[in-house]
């Protein structure tokens, strides 16, 4: 069992930039691979960026490849998602999100355990 908990969301102007994390609770964080997906009103939640169990490999999304990284520390339980020149079309609610099987998967019916969001807003 993993508990996720999200934090570093708020309300920024197009440009800013913005750290999220994520704090893992429960054994064997190291053995999970993670991942970051987005959901905004009226919208199907997306995938943003993800990350295998030891960090050697990333994955994202085209709509932020190159402006957001994301990054684990095992020894704290912590997943980070680094989010540069923010966009309007970046506001929704941002999840992290755990999977052992899978491996840094694109799609959210492959994570077993979900954190309960933070909302990120990018004003224009």
């Known amino acids: 069992q993993v508990q996720l908990v999200e934090s570093g969301g708020g309300l920024v102007k197009a440009g800013a930039s913005l750290r999220l994390s994520c704090a893992a609770s429960g054994r064997s964080f190291s053995r999970y691979a993670m991942g970051w997906f987005r959901q905004a009103p009226g919208k199907e939640r997306e995938f943003v960026a993800a990350?295998?169990?030891?960090?050697?490999?990333?994955y994202y999304a085209d709509s932020v490849k190159g402006r957001c990284t994301i990054s684990r520390d095992n020894a704290k339980n912590m997943v980070f998602l680094q989010m540069n020149s923010l966009k309007p079309e970046d506001t929704a609610v941002y999840y992290c999100?755990?999977?052992?099987?899978?491996?840094?998967?694109?799609?959210?019916?492959?994570?077993?355990?979900w954190g309960q969001g933070t909302q990120v807003t990018v004003s224009s």
């Open positions: 999100a755990a999977d052992m099987i899978f491996g840094a998967s694109l799609y959210p019916s492959e994570y077993d355990y």
């Open positions: 990350i295998n169990y030891s960090g050697s490999s990333t």
